[in-house]
């Protein structure tokens, strides 16, 4: 029986061509934007699930209770040590730190001067709590012995190309000189985790004196349970705080955050080492888009196969009179649907596997093919195969098989009023489920280009940053600034900690003569950072240009922000002392306007450049050059380095292209969204297309009728072609209110932000008419030209 059916649904589909290859394309589309979907959710869903006890092992996070409250990836260094020694479920901790508070490290192997982008000082358990493989040499106990340090596999051939790395002398930033003691295996791509060097963080000051108050170190622990009561553990955290802290000094609380979560679920958070976060309103985001796209290919199955009803009406009607029962039809009309949606699922996986390298660009992964050959896919496709059938034929197979015989002969039956209904209301929802897609990518462009174009207070073009981490001392740093202000393209040189952007250290500042503080950038800086940056000073002077050794006095530049928080005018604070951890010497010298030094999905903080050179490191040398930078000007800039600094690798970036870095997550999302709106337009359109043919194919005698009797061209296209436009009206009522809800909940995600006008509404209703009309124009024009004779010499 089966077997006949197969047949019988082969000899529909060959018969019906134009009906058949828009529902197998159609639905092809829309498969193979779920898989490419589901492969990039299940990736994302798949960070640190190859570790063994992932289920055991916790970040500690660190929220602040100032004004202002945010929730930091780092701790104290002091926590660490006391995880294992206050809490009885903790089996191990660890602490781990990024090169120069995160930062790059220079390397000097041999010869050669490298970069390394992922140079950590750890605890040894970090590398036991996560049983990183050691492949040669000695493993985590290496680090217990100072000037250590162990490579990753890639790392060691980069370094060392085939030569054996063990026992091969490193030098790091010009400073430390340690000794290759093992070889790691390399950390899978899909692991928060991700070293390719490592030393003993014993070696660190933080480490043999620990404190409460510098948060730079993010620390692991490991708990002797997979199911802990994290209550109780996290009950002992603030014990552990009131223990160490006096009560008036506890400016911040503790919690635990599940290694599973971290990669999803840390895009709030700020202050990590770890790098490539994901996001779960991202993932929630694609999930809706997968479904939707989904249903507007199903939608149109169903929508063809209402508008083909009449003709499958008598079908059901001469089949059982025949005989059959609605069992029978059921079963037949559900194998007609799942040989279509096979062959189409068939046809979407050679799409998705040409589409791949496109989205991962778009996505900056590396989705590999043979991830859609693995049994998590497989079982996917199978419960798509059988979704997709059971809601695509669920008309056909569960409406048409209930007629009579009687009922289904019957010409005027009210059963094609009923199809025209459900037609109707399937155009409905695929336009309603479309408009909402355009705009969605019409906001996140509108809210991208105001980003892009929104007065930062500062700026960020011509600047560049070139870091002296590997510089060795003040006079070196001193004789590069000389030597860069006498190059023709440059207009201003300053050495700082950094710069917008930039992690520079957090401190706290408190309200004059008040335990009340908040969080505050404090930026180690010289006199010219104002030029440089373009900051608009307020009120009182650019930080003094001359220090004297042993001079205790601290002259701060506070922004506005910071100002208002202690309560006053910019004029009224210059000369105020301030608390800012900076020493107890700190004045206020100057006041600048308030600049976006972070990304602006967070509202402007308090910021302080400083002189105090003993709380600060000057990491880096900002540039401002007069022109567009060229190759040649950048050659000069290294050939300039490299002269002053001959062992340090020229290692520079520019702050505007580190500013554009800031909404990668954004302009991805917008990319995403831009290739499935065009598809699910697509989808929607191929729907559209095959639903006018059948429109004209049905008024075939009335349009020649009409010609007979003199009606345009224009006529009979306006005749075919309103009703669709009707229905695209009404889907504008139901999509404009659901669009609006939904983006005006993602806009809330930045601190500063479009209004969604109406304008954006007026495009996307725009552009779904026009699309509309020409889809259904083609047809409708196609019929109206015909030859009446043809249509009516039946008659």
Known sequence: MIKNYIKIAWRSLKTNRLFSAVNIFGLALGLATTLLLFVFILHERSYDSMYANKDRIYRVLLHTTEEGIETWAQVPSALGPELTEQIPSAVKSGRLLKNDYGGNAFIKAGDNILVEHKLFWIDPSILDMFDIKTLSGIGAEALNTPNSILLSKSTAKRYFGTENPLGKTLTVDNRNTFEVK????????????????????????EAKNPSWGNASFETFVMLNSDTPNLNDVEKKLQHIIDVNIEKENQWYT????????????????????????????QIKNLTILGVIILIIACINYMNLITARSQKKAKDVGVNKTLGASTKQLILRFYV??????????LLGGFLTLLILPTFNTIVGRELDVSSLFSLEIIVFLFIIWLITTLISGSYPALYLSRFSPKEALKPS????????????????????????????????????EFIQNKKLGFNPEHVMAISTTAVPDFATKNALVDAFKKLPNVSLVSKAQGYPTASVSLNSLYKPNSDVGMSVNTNLAERNIVDILQLKLLAGQRLPRYKQDGDSLVEVLINKTAVDFLGYTPEEAIGKKVETNLGNNSYIYGVVDDFNFESLHKPIG????????????YNFLLV????????????EFESTFKSIVPNSAFQYSFVDKNLEHLYQKEKQMANVSLLFSILAIIVACLGLFALAAYMAEQRKKEIGVRKVFGASVPKIVQLLSVDFMKLILISFAISFPIALYLMNNWLQDFAYHINISWNVFLIAGGLA?????????????KAAIANPIKSLRTE
């Open 182 to 205: 093992g070889i790691f295996e390399d950390f899978p791509e899909n692991s928060s985790l991700n070293f390719n060097a490592v030393v003993p963080f014993m070696m660190r000051n």
């Open 254 to 281: 503790f919690s635990l955050q599940p290694l599973q979560r971290i990669h999803l679920y840390s895009s709030a958070y700020t202050d990590s080492y770890l790098e490539n976060y994901g996001d779960i309103s």
């Open 336 to 345: 007609e649907t799942g040989l279509i949606t096979a062959i189409a699922m």
């Open 413 to 448: 039956s009210n059963k094609g009023i009923m199809a025209s209904f459900i037609r109707k209301g399937l155009v409905v929802v695929q336009f309603s489920a479309s408009v909402v897609l355009i705009v969605a990518v019409l906001v996140v462009r509108e809210q991208l």
């Open 606 to 617: 308090a910021y302080v450049f400083h002189n105090a050179t003993n709380r600060g490191n």
């Open 624 to 635: 401002r050059f007069k022109n567009e930078i060229l190759t040649k000007t950048v050659s």
């Open 769 to 781: 008419l026009i699309v509309t009309f020409f889809t259904v124009s083609y047809q409708a024009i």
